[in-house]
């Protein structure tokens, strides 16, 4: 047998698994990404999800993928990959379209028989004809060797073909010169109360890179380069979790103990999981009945005291509308997630999109102004997570946290943070100066507009706060007309004030651009690696993203002022576009829309970038 010499040394390598959504395409995408980030690669993954549930197995609607890249300088999972794992030919057919031209595929060729062809739609018994592939072919027997594999461990059938994944994962590890033993670790996590289903897994994950190092046939293998990272403990993680873990930390640095109130929906379920686990730090995590119910939860919680959240996606915003309605009335802190998905109404509930930003600004009755905020990436949604919850309680005000399903459900390689990176939010108590002469009120506020947080049971702070408009400072009811406009132009104020609180616009890209592309939220790798070619290839184009929506940085509009194009990029049809132009009417902005339920892809803005800065 020869041995391969056909390496390929790459700063950056993209995998894709898919397979029928039992067959563990996640789990096996997930350790691949951890073990990776553990060698000191970047990563970033994309989970793509089917929309419908349980399809039926080996058909067009029930696969489901995982991408993820590896290496340096990643800042997304890559608009086609190096390698592609089909575990069916529903999977091939779906997902060959993102497979690199000379790239290599690897396929369970036991399933691709005459009846799983049939249930995939091929009109041909040669399916890599059929599809036009021009790919380095690697067809495996893994039905077949997974059970030989695990012949006598006195599994049943069926747990032995949920081993597939594992060995489909160890023939990845030969390709990328992955360590085995990380790969057990995490397989000994995962299964740590079920050591035979482990010790299956782990027979299983040797067999399938023993049978890369043994194939026959001369295939590509890769050398993935690695960065320098700051010191410190790495690990993988997605964004949802992220956003959980940040507002722990939030609750620990206010003093005040963590409170969630949440009704389950996707892709937001996540972060009531993970907050559901943390007993042990002091969490409430309270499952509702509904939206509603979640929401005004949480503003009791809040009222009483504590660190108060709801977490949802776009259908459960729009319930929740009157309750935040009630928290700004009442200026209480309260922390809303809404991990954006496809709509309207049920709309697209695994897909992606940008589209709940006019929702989050102006969707409520009245004047209900409220800061809004939008984490950039998986790690940013810890970082935001935090700032959320700053804002919210150092400002006495709701809070939107922007998320959505690609960076929730994505992950990238994250540095635990140490004791003090992260400052202290100062929890505005009532002084106690004014509890003893009896001066507080509700409402008399502080040199940021805030009012001050009592804790509930707080001897001399007895209130009453509700949805009817209150006085200015007495916090008694009223319908005086003047005072109701005092108190709406008071608490329009108080959101602008946060502007002087938040960081200055940063901009990347050509110092001498004359070109400014914009985007928000999870968009940002994209428009990074796309800004990042056109700059190489000679083109003078910067990059500003926003985390901070409302308000706006303060020095949002010298920026633009410096640039004789600007284009706002945007998963929508150009909500923030038009935002901006409400704001900055002598400007005009440009704009690149996808409404796909699916990322962009650094190609598709390079290519219209390009197109508008001819124009």
């Keep these: 047998m020869l041995e391969n010499t056909n390496v390929k040394t790459l700063d950056k390598v993209v995998v894709r698994f898919s397979g029928d959504s039992g067959d563990g395409m996640q789990l096996a995408g997930t350790i691949f990404t951890n073990v990776s980030a553990g060698l000191g690669n970047q990563v970033s993954t994309f989970p793509d999800y089917p929309a419908e549930i349980r399809a039926p197995q080996g058909s067009l609607g029930g696969v489901s993928g995982f991408q993820v890249s590896v290496g340096k300088g990643v800042h997304t999972p890559g608009d086609n990959c190096d390698v592609l794992v089909s575990m069916n030919a529903a999977a091939l057919k779906t997902n ?11 396929v369970d060729i036991d399933s691709f028989g005459e009846s799983d062809l049939k249930k995939a739609k091929y009109e041909t018994d040669n399916p890599f004809e059929e599809l036009g592939i021009k790919a380095q072919v690697v067809e495996v027997p893994l039905t077949t060797m997974t059970r030989a594999a ?35 670790h995490h397989l000994k996590n995962k299964f740590a109360k079920k050591p035979a289903v482990f010790e299956a897994n782990a027979k299983v994950l040797q067999a399938g890179y023993n049978y890369g190092h043994n194939i026959h046939a001369s295939v590509s293998t890769y050398r993935v380069e690695t960065e320098n990272p700051r010191p410190g403990i790495y690990t993988d993680i997605n964004g ?9 930390l939030a609750s620990e640095k206010c003093g005040r103990p963590l409170f969630l109130g949440s009704y389950p929906i996707t892709p937001a379920t996540d972060i009531l999981h993970e907050l559901a686990k943390r007993k042990d730090l002091g969490v409430k995590a309270c499952q509702m009945e509904d939206e509603i119910a979640g929401v005004c939860s949480a503003i009791g919680a809040s009222f009483a005291g504590n660190l108060a959240v709801t977490s949802t996606s776009g259908p459960g915003l729009a319930l929740k509308s009157e309750g935040i309605g009630l928290a700004v009335m009442a200026e209480l802190p309260l922390v809303v997630i809404d991990v954006q998905r496809g709509g309207p109404s049920t709309g697209l509930p695994t897909k992606t999109e940008q589209t709940d930003l006019m929702q989050a600004l102006y969707g409520r009755n009245g004047e209900s102004p409220v ?7 998986p790690t940013d949604c810890f970082d935001m997570a935090f700032e959320a919850c700053r804002i919210a309680v150092e400002h006495m005000t709701p809070v939107i946290l922007l998320s ?41 506020r502080r040199d940021n507009l805030g009012r001050y947080w009592p804790m509930s049971g707080t001897e001399g702070a007895t209130h009453r706060l509700g949805g009817l408009e209150k006085d200015a400072v007495t916090g008694a009811i009223s319908n005086d007309p003047v005072n109701h406009e005092k108190m709406v132009l ?23 651009a004359d070109t400014l592309l914009i985007g928000w939220g999870g968009t940002y790798g994209h428009l990074h690696s796309a800004v990042d070619e056109l700059c190489a290839a000679g083109h003078k184009v910067a990059l500003a993203h926003f985390r901070y929506i409302n308000p706006l940085p303060a020095n949002t509009a010298e920026v633009f002022s410096r640039y004789k194009r600007v284009i706002v990029a945007e998963l929508n049809t150009g909500m923030f576009a038009d935002y901006l132009q409400s704001r900055f009417p002598e400007k005009l902005f440009m704009r690149i829309n996808k409404i796909q339920g699916q990322p962009f892809a650094v190609s598709e803005l390079v290519e219209r970038t390009l197109a508008l800065m001819e124009k």
Excluded: M
């Excluded at 060959?96 to 690897?106: A, N």
């Excluded at 949802?240 to 722990?248: E, M, Q, R, V």
């Excluded at 140490?418 to 001066?439: F, H, M, Q, R, S």
């Design 240 to 248: 949802n979790t992220a956003t959980a873990w940040g507002l722990i």
């Design 96 to 106: 060959h379209r993102f497979l690199k031209p000379g790239g290599v595929i690897v």
């Design 404 to 444: 959505d399903a690609f960076i929730g459900n994505g992950s990238s390689a994250w540095r635990v943070p140490e004791a003090g990176d992260y400052p202290t939010i100062k929890t505005p108590d009532v002084p106690a100066e004014l509890l003893a002469n009896g001066t507080w009120r509700p409402y008399l």
């Design 490 to 512: 008071l608490r329009r104020e108080k959101i602008q004030r946060i502007a002087t609180d938040i960081p200055a616009l940063e901009v990347l890209g050509d110092k001498d």
């Design 371 to 377: 800061a809004v905020v939008a984490p950039a990436s």
């Design 150 to 184: 695990l012949e006598g461990s006195g599994l049943d059938n069926k747990s032995i073909l949920k081993c597939r994944n594992i060995f489909a994962l160890g023939l990845v590890c030969w390709l990328f010169d992955r360590p085995l033993e990380a790969v057990l």
